[in-house]
């Protein structure tokens, strides 16, 4: 990608002492004159898990009903570019290159991490190009992350928390979701989506504080499953849809947050039914429980095999994705399953691996390519067996594949898991 010798130039104007602050992001923004007053009605998720698939389903909507939308997510699989979407397409390399640069020149060589300054790039692609509406997902957090730099955006969502990053926001649920609600603005509303106890508690008492109106999930709306798509009501209204066009049972509740926001930014941005299930089936977000149908490891497979992908790497993804599994094999009951698994030495294999005992057959760990911080196969073969599981390692993904068919009675499913670095990889070599 063309940005490629600027983002490594960038990476090096890292901070010595990484704390987490708006301070360095704000000055910088200040030196471009404030893209982050100049932008349109922004939708800010937070939270820890369905914060893509929430944005994903959003983009969908709105696009179905023919609005022009900018998105800003992270990380990316294959190309940085991927981060930034503007008007319903994504950058092009030589516009983000020129934008980086220009961001580079402004900050004038001052530490700040490459997350900010990437954040403010995308913040003046996005005040620059006409559009109707923001969607802005945080990174890390949310009270100093570089997104919340917003003032006051249209709607704050909160999907639901589990722990993650506790490095950086905190070892309980309670400490988490004080730094994930930190999104939350006086006066603007915020859609909540099933929490546990202990983080809901904390997100209503911040609410309270500063005079957020909340709607949450289970109190002011809810969403179930139908025999042909989905439910989701409020105390005054019902609507009937498709289920999103994105695997998993999870996404049934990622989608009634993203329905909440939608009736509550109606007068703003008016939506029919019509748009709403148009949305719902053209969903699309890679690497979240994805079934590969193209690129050379699929010569690897039979007929009848089939090969998942999908980048969750904490534990509320591997319980979502745990329960995946259980679909599929009481739907096939004689049909094996097995996982290739690699992450970064900041996750717990032991942790990710255990909520798939007995669930699954032969794990193989494998090493993320191209990145130091990976936990080596046999690194990750030993968490798996203190995790209970019948765990090896490979040199490869390639190699992980062919070991696991190789002793398998066939047909069988394989499932590539662990990390989005690990799935990015794999979309890049095999997609």
Request: charged share 25%; aromatic share 4%; hydrophobic share 45%.
């Amino acid at each position: 990608m063309i940005s490629d010798p600027i983002l490594d130039r960038l990476s090096k104007l890292f901070p010595k002492s990484m704390e987490l602050s708006l301070d360095r992001l704000r000055a910088l923004l200040a030196a471009l004159d404030h893209p982050e007053r100049r932008l349109p009605p922004v939708i800010h998720v937070a939270g820890t898990n369905g914060k893509g698939s929430t944005v994903a389903m959003l983009r969908a909507i709105h696009e179905a009903a023919d609005r022009r939308v900018h998105a800003y997510i992270t990380p990316h699989l294959v190309r940085f570019s991927e981060r930034i979407t503007l008007a319903n397409r994504e950058i092009e390399d030589p516009a983000f290159a020129a934008i980086l640069e220009e961001c580079e020149t402004a900050n004038q060589g001052r530490p700040i991490t490459l997350f900010e300054i990437t954040t403010a790039a995308g913040l003046l692609a996005f005040a620059r190009a006409p559009a109707d509406l923001l969607l802005l997902e945080v990174g890390l957090g949310g009270r100093l992350d570089a997104t919340n730099v917003i003032d006051k955006p249209a709607l704050s969502i909160i999907t639901p928390i589990s722990m993650d990053h506790q490095r950086y926001l905190g070892d309980t649920i309670a400490k988490i979701a004080s730094e994930k609600s930190g999104v939350l603005k006086p006066e603007v509303p915020a859609v909540v989506a099933r929490q546990d106890p202990a983080a809901l508690e904390v997100i209503q008492d911040r609410a309270d504080a500063i005079g957020a109106p909340l709607a949450i999930e289970g109190r002011d709306w809810s969403v179930e499953p139908s025999r042909d798509g989905l439910v989701f009501r409020t105390d005054s209204m019902t609507r009937r849809l498709p289920r999103p066009a994105l695997p998993g049972a999870h996404q049934i509740g990622n989608a009634g947050a993203v329905l909440a926001a939608v009736e509550i930014l109606q007068s703003l941005f008016p939506t029919s039914q019509a748009a709403l299930a148009t949305g719902m089936t053209r969903v699309r977000w890679p690497a979240r429980l994805q079934r590969l149908k193209h690129g050379p490891l699929l010569d690897e497979l039979g007929p009848d095999d089939e090969l998942w992908l999908d980048g969750g790497h904490n534990i509320g993804a591997a319980k979502v994705v745990a329960d995946m599994v259980r679909e599929w094999r009481d739907a096939r009951p004689d049909r094996a399953v097995h996982l290739i698994y690699g992450t970064l030495d900041v996750r717990d294999p032991n942790e990710f691996l255990r909520v798939f005992r007995g669930l699954v057959g032969e794990v193989q760990g494998v090493a993320i390519p191209d990145q130091p911080s990976t936990i080596s196969a046999e690194g990750i073969a030993e968490a798996g067996r203190q995790a209970g599981l019948d765990t090896s390692a490979s040199p490869s993904v390639e190699e992980a594949l062919k070991s696991v068919l190789a002793t398998e009675t066939r047909p069988c499913t394989v499932l590539i898991c662990g990390s989005l670095y690990l799935a990015g990889t794999v979309l890049r070599d095999h997609g």
